[in-house]
């Protein structure tokens, strides 16, 4: 058995190797779609006021933005305060992962320099960076927030 599927690799090395090309392609094709559909989605909180750049976030007083941020935070949940901060939380860290996982997909594409083999997005992944600051000022709201009930 063993003496068989090496002849047939052999016969065949050429056939194996341009399957493992192509499907490596396709798997490559695949994560670059689904991260286009992914980073065009509207619901991640890091399109959310994605018509404001950071530094304009910056600008607005963090007490103004609190505000809004709770009441976005209570639009999309819909459950008592508390709830809807670890709701947050959790999302947040799950799409802070997600856009690491990307951004590291898009920056080794680009060291293989194939990035116009795939089907890539560039604009969408080139603004995983300023995606990922938005997080961490969220983050930085947040704890605000929950600092400012803790006093009050």
Request: with cysteine; glycine share 4%.
């Amino acid at each position: 058995m063993k003496s068989f599927i090496m002849d047939n690799c052999k016969a065949y090395k050429w056939h194996i190797a341009g399957a493992i090309a192509l499907g490596s392609y396709g798997l490559l094709c695949y994560y670059a779609i689904k991260g286009n559909r992914y980073l065009k989605r509207d619901d991640l909180w890091s399109s959310w006021r994605k018509d404001l750049a950071i530094n304009d976030l910056l600008m607005i007083s963090q007490q103004k933005f609190a505000q809004d941020l709770s009441q976005e935070i209570y639009r999309r949940y819909n459950v008592d305060f508390t709830n809807s901060l670890v709701l947050l939380i959790k999302a947040l860290e799950q799409e802070e992962n997600d856009l690491k996982w990307y951004q590291s997909f898009y920056a080794w594409i680009n060291s293989l320099h194939i990035q116009r083999l795939v089907f890539i997005d560039k604009a969408l992944y080139e603004q995983i960076a300023q995606r990922l600051q938005k997080i961490a000022y969220y983050k930085g709201c947040i704890e605000y927030m929950v600092e400012k009930l803790r006093y009050c």
